[in-house]
Protein backbone atom coordinates (compact mmCIF):
# COMPACT_ATOMS: atom_id res chain seq x y z
CA UNK A 1 0.00 0.00 0.00
CA UNK A 2 1.37 3.27 -0.66
CA UNK A 3 -0.38 6.34 1.50
CA UNK A 4 0.85 10.18 0.48
CA UNK A 5 -0.60 12.86 2.51
CA UNK A 6 -1.96 12.51 6.33
CA UNK A 7 -2.54 9.78 7.96
CA UNK A 8 -4.80 9.54 11.03
CA UNK A 9 -4.42 6.09 12.98
CA UNK A 10 -5.93 5.26 16.64
CA UNK A 11 -3.26 2.19 16.78
CA UNK A 12 -0.59 0.41 14.66
CA UNK A 13 2.61 -1.36 14.21
CA UNK A 14 5.17 -0.88 11.59
CA UNK A 15 7.65 -3.81 10.67
CA UNK A 16 11.03 -2.56 9.04
CA UNK A 17 12.56 0.73 8.37
CA UNK A 18 10.97 4.56 9.25
CA UNK A 19 12.11 7.13 8.47
CA UNK A 20 11.03 10.90 9.33
CA UNK A 21 12.52 14.17 9.45
CA UNK A 22 10.99 14.69 13.00
CA UNK A 23 8.42 13.54 15.18
CA UNK A 24 7.61 13.38 19.36
CA UNK A 25 6.86 10.32 21.11
CA UNK A 26 4.32 10.41 24.30
CA UNK A 27 5.26 7.27 26.47
CA UNK A 28 8.42 5.06 26.47
CA UNK A 29 10.95 4.50 23.79
CA UNK A 30 12.82 1.51 23.86
CA UNK A 31 15.23 1.02 21.53
CA UNK A 32 18.45 -1.33 20.43
CA UNK A 33 20.90 1.53 20.00
CA UNK A 34 20.80 5.12 19.39
CA UNK A 35 23.01 7.16 16.46
CA UNK A 36 25.28 8.53 18.72
CA UNK A 37 26.01 8.69 22.23
CA UNK A 38 23.16 9.83 24.60
CA UNK A 39 25.01 9.09 27.98
CA UNK A 40 28.72 7.45 27.95
CA UNK A 41 30.86 7.02 31.17
CA UNK A 42 34.45 5.20 32.07
CA UNK A 43 36.74 4.24 34.48
CA UNK A 44 39.92 3.56 34.23
CA UNK A 45 42.91 2.30 36.19
CA UNK A 46 44.52 3.59 39.10
CA UNK A 47 48.36 5.20 38.08
CA UNK A 48 51.34 3.93 40.60
CA UNK A 49 52.72 6.25 43.57
CA UNK A 50 55.43 8.50 42.29
CA UNK A 51 56.48 11.66 41.54
CA UNK A 52 54.75 12.50 38.48
CA UNK A 53 51.81 10.20 37.10
CA UNK A 54 49.46 10.80 34.34
CA UNK A 55 46.22 9.11 32.35
CA UNK A 56 44.94 10.09 28.94
CA UNK A 57 42.56 8.62 26.66
CA UNK A 58 40.18 9.77 23.78
CA UNK A 59 36.47 10.00 23.63
CA UNK A 60 35.01 9.20 20.53
CA UNK A 61 31.14 9.38 19.31
CA UNK A 62 29.47 6.53 18.35
CA UNK A 63 27.66 8.83 15.87
CA UNK A 64 29.38 10.44 12.85
CA UNK A 65 27.68 14.11 13.20
CA UNK A 66 28.93 16.86 14.91
CA UNK A 67 26.91 17.19 18.31
CA UNK A 68 27.59 19.47 21.48
CA UNK A 69 28.36 17.05 24.13
CA UNK A 70 29.43 18.10 27.79
CA UNK A 71 31.94 15.79 29.73
CA UNK A 72 33.13 15.44 32.76
CA UNK A 73 36.71 14.54 34.09
CA UNK A 74 37.55 13.37 37.51
CA UNK A 75 39.33 11.52 39.54
CA UNK A 76 40.61 10.79 43.65
CA UNK A 77 44.52 12.44 43.85
CA UNK A 78 46.38 10.99 46.83
CA UNK A 79 49.33 13.27 47.70
CA UNK A 80 51.73 11.91 49.97
CA UNK A 81 53.85 14.15 52.13
CA UNK A 82 57.39 13.97 52.49
CA UNK A 83 59.00 11.94 54.87
CA UNK A 84 62.41 12.03 57.18
CA UNK A 85 63.62 14.45 59.45
CA UNK A 86 62.37 18.22 59.13
CA UNK A 87 59.91 16.92 56.40
CA UNK A 88 56.36 19.50 56.36
CA UNK A 89 54.62 18.17 53.74
CA UNK A 90 54.08 17.76 50.43
CA UNK A 91 52.03 19.46 46.95
CA UNK A 92 51.44 18.64 43.79
CA UNK A 93 50.31 20.59 40.63
CA UNK A 94 47.28 18.00 38.98
CA UNK A 95 46.33 19.50 35.53
CA UNK A 96 42.87 18.05 34.07
CA UNK A 97 42.38 18.54 30.49
CA UNK A 98 39.63 18.37 27.90
CA UNK A 99 40.30 18.70 24.42
CA UNK A 100 41.78 22.22 24.69
CA UNK A 101 40.30 23.01 28.06
CA UNK A 102 42.78 22.85 31.46
CA UNK A 103 42.59 23.37 34.81
CA UNK A 104 45.18 23.14 37.01
CA UNK A 105 44.68 22.66 41.03
CA UNK A 106 47.71 22.85 43.66
CA UNK A 107 47.11 20.00 45.90
CA UNK A 108 48.66 20.91 49.52
CA UNK A 109 49.52 17.90 51.90
CA UNK A 110 50.97 20.44 54.65
CA UNK A 111 51.51 17.16 57.14
CA UNK A 112 53.62 14.15 57.77
CA UNK A 113 51.38 12.13 58.71
CA UNK A 114 50.27 10.22 55.69
CA UNK A 115 48.34 11.05 52.15
CA UNK A 116 45.67 13.99 51.81
CA UNK A 117 43.10 12.68 49.22
CA UNK A 118 40.69 14.63 47.79
CA UNK A 119 38.52 14.55 44.25
CA UNK A 120 39.05 16.76 41.20
CA UNK A 121 37.49 17.47 38.06
CA UNK A 122 36.91 19.50 35.30
CA UNK A 123 34.15 19.94 32.50
CA UNK A 124 33.64 21.23 29.21
CA UNK A 125 31.15 21.22 26.77
CA UNK A 126 32.69 19.98 23.21
CA UNK A 127 31.16 19.95 19.81
CA UNK A 128 34.34 17.26 18.23
CA UNK A 129 33.45 13.96 17.48
CA UNK A 130 36.54 12.61 19.14
CA UNK A 131 38.03 14.62 22.81
CA UNK A 132 41.16 13.97 24.15
CA UNK A 133 41.38 13.89 27.61
CA UNK A 134 44.02 13.69 30.24
CA UNK A 135 44.98 13.81 34.34
CA UNK A 136 48.49 14.72 35.03
CA UNK A 137 50.48 15.15 38.53
CA UNK A 138 53.42 16.25 39.65
CA UNK A 139 54.74 16.88 42.87
CA UNK A 140 57.04 19.68 44.21
CA UNK A 141 56.24 22.94 46.26
CA UNK A 142 56.43 22.86 49.83
CA UNK A 143 58.92 20.03 50.30
CA UNK A 144 61.67 18.30 47.72
CA UNK A 145 59.77 14.59 48.65
CA UNK A 146 56.15 13.42 48.28
CA UNK A 147 54.43 11.14 46.13
CA UNK A 148 51.17 11.85 43.70
CA UNK A 149 48.11 8.92 42.81
CA UNK A 150 45.38 9.15 40.56
CA UNK A 151 42.62 7.06 41.41
CA UNK A 152 39.60 6.06 39.79
CA UNK A 153 39.66 8.44 37.02
CA UNK A 154 36.54 8.62 35.58
CA UNK A 155 35.16 10.39 32.30
CA UNK A 156 31.14 10.93 32.02
CA UNK A 157 29.60 12.57 28.35
CA UNK A 158 26.15 13.45 28.26
CA UNK A 159 24.38 14.85 25.34
CA UNK A 160 21.05 16.25 25.23
CA UNK A 161 18.35 18.90 24.40
CA UNK A 162 17.14 19.94 27.53
CA UNK A 163 17.27 23.60 28.68
CA UNK A 164 18.65 24.95 32.46
CA UNK A 165 18.36 28.56 33.97
CA UNK A 166 20.33 29.52 36.50
CA UNK A 167 18.22 30.68 39.30
CA UNK A 168 20.54 31.91 41.84
Known amino acids: MTVR ?28 SFVGDVANGQVFPDTGISSTVSVAFTYTDSGTQLRDKHIVLMAM ?9 GATGGAADVTLTIGNVSKTYRVVNATD ?51 FEQTS
Do not use: H, W
Open 5 to 32: GTVYATDGEFTGKINATSGSFKGSVEAD
Open 77 to 85: ISVGGATGP
Open 113 to 163: RGPLFTTLMVSARVRARSVACSITGKTGGISSGGSCQILSPSVIVARGSGA
